[in-house]
């Protein structure tokens, strides 16, 4: 059974920093990971989708990296600003095959704050 | 273009009583997706709709649990006999056809469910 986690659970930084959010994965066998972000009240607004074929991913300040055979994947983040501020979730979709139809798996997140 | 959209935002109901909720997916996005966050947890898998079909609702947590999708487009859940552990944001997503590379999921902006 795929398992993903997220490290750290928690994270607040000063604005301007730069920052990493890790994700592992326990079963390599994956289609693709996803980032998204989760406001409070809000659905999850997709940041990055890293294609299992890919290393990387970015979208203006974010960057995100994929290490397949490892299972790990960062989501890079530079010069926080405040607006960054959101849980952050990590999911990935299982590889072609079997009867997963795509279903995602989803760590547990991390909550970003970002001070002035 | 319009997101995936779900009604209603915010249910508030008895123990015991029947809800519905309801999801609108992206204008021709053939493939759909139900996931449940309880509090402090992580997102959990329901049912996948493939077209009106089903063909994977290993996630639904008891047989109070059904959800149905008429014309490849609109999909409701409905939850018999609400119990408190049922409170959770019911999170609904869409993507294109399965396979190549529009297999993103959009999320819509969620119900969230209180069971008094």
């Known amino acids: 059974k795929q398992e993903v986690t997220q490290i750290p659970a928690a994270l607040s930084v000063p604005e301007g920093e730069n920052l990493v959010l890790n994700c592992s994965f326990t079963d390599s066998a994956i289609y693709n990971l996803q980032w998204f972000r989760q406001d409070p009240g809000k659905g999850l607004t997709s940041l990055l989708l890293?294609?299992?074929?890919?290393r990387e991913q970015t979208s203006g300040r974010l960057n995100a990296s994929l290490d397949k055979s490892s299972g790990r994947s960062t989501l890079y983040i530079a010069a926080s600003q405040p607006g960054d501020s959101a849980t952050y979730l990590c999911a990935v979709r299982p590889g072609a095959g079997g009867t997963s139809y795509g279903k995602l798996t989803f760590g547990q997140g991390t909550i970003l704050t970002v001070h002035p | 273009g319009a997101g995936v959209s779900q009604s209603p935002s915010n249910k508030v109901t008895e123990k015991g009583k029947d809800v519905e909720l309801r999801c609108d997916p992206i204008?021709?996005?053939?493939?759909l997706y139900w996931y449940r966050q309880r509090l402090g947890q992580g997102l959990e898998f329901l049912i996948y709709?493939?077209?009106?079909?089903?063909?994977?609702k290993s996630g639904l947590p008891s047989d109070r649990f059904s959800a149905e999708r008429t014309g490849e487009s609109v999909s409701t859940l409905t939850i018999q006999r609400t119990q408190q552990e049922d409170s959770a944001v019911y999170l609904c997503a869409s993507s294109p056809r399965k396979g190549g590379q529009g297999n993103e999921q959009f999320f819509g902006p969620g119900t969230r469910l209180t069971v008094l």
């Open positions: 709709f493939q077209g009106n079909s089903a063909p994977d």
């Open positions: 890293i294609q299992s074929s890919q």
């Open positions: 204008s021709g996005h053939t493939a």
